[in-house]
C-alpha cells in the first residue's frame, strides 16, 4: 500500500498484492517468510519512490537468528499443534493470577511464551542469538539492524503492560534469556534506512528511511479507528481474527479480567488495547475453502435469505482454531447442543456471522463491565467494515450504533504513524480527525430487537435449549 497524506486528504493505493501461504513440513505448520520477504520486495519496487516505509503484520509468531544474524528456519505458524498442553505446564511454573498480574495478557495457547517453552529444547533454540518477531524480521532484513517494536512485543506474555518494559522476573521463572530480544522501539522511531543491496533491487539510489509504526497490525487499525475527539467507543477490529475492545489509558489486571480472558496489549502513545480475541472470518474463510469458494457476496446473499439465529455457536471455542472441515464443525457443534443443522451454505454462513455478532455482543459488554467503561458506538473496521450483514447483526446483537470502515485500517495507521514522524500530521486526535473526513464511512442503527438476542445469548452460554 502506497499512502499519501496532507494536513487535508489522506489516500491510501493498493500497488501490489502476494499470497500468505503456510506449508505443512514434517515438523509442522510453518510460515513461508521468504515468500513474504520477495512479496515485500516486488511491492516496494511497484510503489515507486517513497518518503518512508513501515512494516506491520500479525502478533506472537518469531524467527529465530543464528550468531551470524541468518535465519535458522521458517517460523513456526501460530495454529501448529507444537503448543499443545504447554500452557498447562506453564502454569505449574507460574500461577496463571501471578502471570496475568505482570503481563496482563489472555490465556491462549499461541502466545509467544508458549511457543518457547515448546521449543526451546530443539536444536534450532539452541543456536539462536536473536529473536524477531515476524514484521521485526522484515525489518531487520530490509535495514540491517535489529529491534522489537513495543505493540507487538505486548503479545508474548513477557512484557509488563504499566511500564511498557520486559518483565524480568517472567522471564527469569520460565528461563528464557531476554537477550535473545533487541532493544524495544516505539512506533515512530527509525528502524534505519533501506541496505545497499535492497536499494539496487529497487532501482534506487537515495537512503530510503524506515521507520517503525505500531508493527501489530490491530494496534495499526486501532490508530485509524474514526472516532471523535472525547467519543465513547469500542471497537472491533476484524480479519481473521475479530479484535473487540477498548482504548484505555492503563491496564485492567483484575482477576475478574483474567477470568473473561481479556487482554491488555500496548497501542500508540502509550495506550493499552484492552481486547478479546475472537475467532472471526478464519470461519467463514475456512468454509469458502473448504467448498472451493471464492465469491463471498453470494454466500452472503444466501445467508441474507436464511432466517436469523435459527441455529448459533460459541464462535470463540477453541474447537475453531484448527484449518480443516470447518462446516462439519459448525453442523456438529449445532447437533451436540440440540439445534438445528445448518444443510446449506447459506444456512451454515449465517450461523456463523449470528455467531460472530453475538460473541462480539458479549466482548463489548464485558469490556465495558470489566473496564468500568461505558461506550455509546462501536467501529468495526478491517475487512468485514464491508460486510454490511455482518455489520448489521453486530448493531443489532450489541444494541449500539456501528460505524463501519476503514477497510484498509491497518494500512492506513501504518501510513499515519509515518506522517506523523515526517511531521506531516498531528496527534491522535489528529489522526483520527483526518481518518473521518476522508474515508467512507457506513452508520448502522441496532434493530431494537434485543429480546431475540438475549435469547440466543443464553443458548450459546447453555443456559436453554431451543
Given at each position: 500500500m502506497v499512502g499519501s497524506v496532507t494536513p487535508d486528504d489522506l489516500g491510501l493505493t493498493e500497488v501490489a498484492r502476494f499470497v500468505n501461504r503456510p506449508a505443512r513440513l514434517p515438523e509442522g505448520l510453518r510460515w513461508d517468510v521468504l515468500a513474504l520477504y520477495a512479496g515485500v520486495l516486488d511491492g516496494l519496487r511497484a510503489a515507486g519512490p517513497v518518503t518512508s516505509v513501515g512494516i506491520d503484520g500479525w502478533a506472537v509468531d518469531y524467527g529465530l537468528l543464528d550468531?551470524?544474524?541468518?535465519?535458522?528456519?521458517?517460523?513456526?505458524h501460530y495454529r501448529d499443534a507444537r503448543t499443545e498442553g504447554v500452557a498447562a505446564r506453564a502454569r505449574r511454573t507460574v500461577p496463571a493470577e501471578r502471570l496475568y498480574a505482570r503481563?496482563?495478557?489472555?490465556?491462549?495457547?499461541?502466545?509467544?511464551?508458549?511457543?518457547?517453552?515448546?521449543?526451546?529444547?530443539?536444536?534450532q533454540f539452541a543456536a539462536a542469538r536473536r529473536l524477531l518477531l515476524v514484521p521485526d524480521l522484515i525489518t531487520y532484513w530490509l535495514t540491517g539492524e535489529a529491534g522489537t517494536e513495543v505493540t507487538n512485543a505486548s503479545t508474548t506474555q513477557l512484557l509488563d503492560p504499566r511500564t511498557g518494559r520486559w518483565a524480568a522476573d517472567v522471564a527469569e521463572a520460565f528461563d528464557i534469556d531476554l537477550g535473545l530480544f533487541a532493544p524495544l522501539r516505539h512506533p515512530g522511531d527509525p528502524a534505519g534506512t533501506l541496505l545497499?543491496?535492497?536499494?539496487?533491487?529497487?532501482?534506487?539510489?537515495?537512503?530510503?528511511?524506515?521507520?517503525?509504526?505500531?508493527s501489530h497490525d490491530t494496534a495499526s487499525a486501532v490508530v485509524a479507528v474514526?472516532?471523535?475527539?472525547?467519543?465513547?467507543?469500542?471497537?472491533?477490529?476484524?480479519?481473521?481474527?475479530?479484535?473487540?475492545?477498548?482504548?484505555?489509558?492503563?491496564?485492567?489486571?483484575?482477576?475478574?479480567s483474567r477470568a473473561a480472558n481479556f487482554t491488555n496489549e500496548l497501542g500508540l502513545d502509550g495506550t493499552v488495547r484492552y481486547l478479546r480475541n475472537i475467532t472471526g472470518l478464519w470461519?467463514?474463510?475456512e468454509c469458502m475453502r473448504a467448498w472451493d469458494e471464492d465469491d463471498v457476496g453470494a454466500l452472503l446473499r444466501e445467508a441474507a435469505a436464511v432466517p436469523g439465529l435459527r441455529s448459533v455457536v460459541d464462535a470463540s471455542d477453541p474447537a475453531f482454531l484448527p484449518p480443516g472441515r470447518m462446516p462439519e464443525r459448525i453442523a456438529d457443534a449445532c447437533r451436540s447442543t440440540g439445534q438445528p443443522v445448518p444443510s446449506t451454505r447459506g444456512e451454515t454462513t449465517r450461523c456463523l456471522l449470528d455467531s460472530l455478532a453475538l460473541a462480539h455482543r458479549r466482548a463489548v459488554e464485558e469490556a465495558q463491565r470489566l473496564a468500568d467503561h461505558p461506550v455509546d458506538v462501536v467501529y468495526v473496521v478491517g475487512?468485514?467494515?464491508?460486510?454490511?450483514?455482518?455489520?448489521?447483526?453486530?448493531?443489532?446483537?450489541?444494541?449500539?450504533?456501528?460505524?463501519?470502515?476503514?477497510?484498509?485500517?491497518?494500512?492506513?495507521g501504518n501510513v499515519l504513524v509515518q506522517a506523523r514522524a515526517h511531521g506531516l500530521v498531528g496527534d491522535r486526535v489528529a489522526m483520527r480527525g483526518l481518518v473521518a473526513r476522508t474515508q467512507p464511512l457506513r452508520r448502522y442503527e441496532p434493530s431494537g430487537e434485543g429480546a431475540a438476542w438475549d435469547a440466543a445469548a443464553r443458548r450459546v452460554a447453555g443456559r436453554t435449549r431451543p
Open positions: 550468531a551470524d544474524g541468518h535465519l535458522l528456519g521458517p517460523p513456526a503481563t496482563g495478557v489472555q490465556d491462549a495457547p499461541f502466545n509467544t511464551l508458549h511457543q518457547l517453552l515448546a521449543a526451546r529444547d530443539g536444536a545497499p543491496h535492497v536499494r539496487e533491487h529497487l532501482g534506487r539510489a537515495d537512503p530510503v528511511p524506515v521507520t517503525t509504526v505500531a474514526p472516532a471523535r475527539d472525547g467519543e465513547r467507543f469500542a471497537y472491533i477490529c476484524t480479519g481473521t481474527w475479530s479484535l473487540v475492545g477498548l482504548e484505555l489509558d492503563a491496564p485492567v489486571l483484575t482477576a475478574a470461519l467463514l474463510q475487512g468485514a467494515a464491508r460486510n454490511a450483514l455482518l455489520c448489521r447483526l453486530t448493531a443489532d446483537a450489541c444494541g449500539l450504533p456501528v460505524v463501519a470502515g476503514p477497510a484498509e485500517a491497518a494500512a492506513l
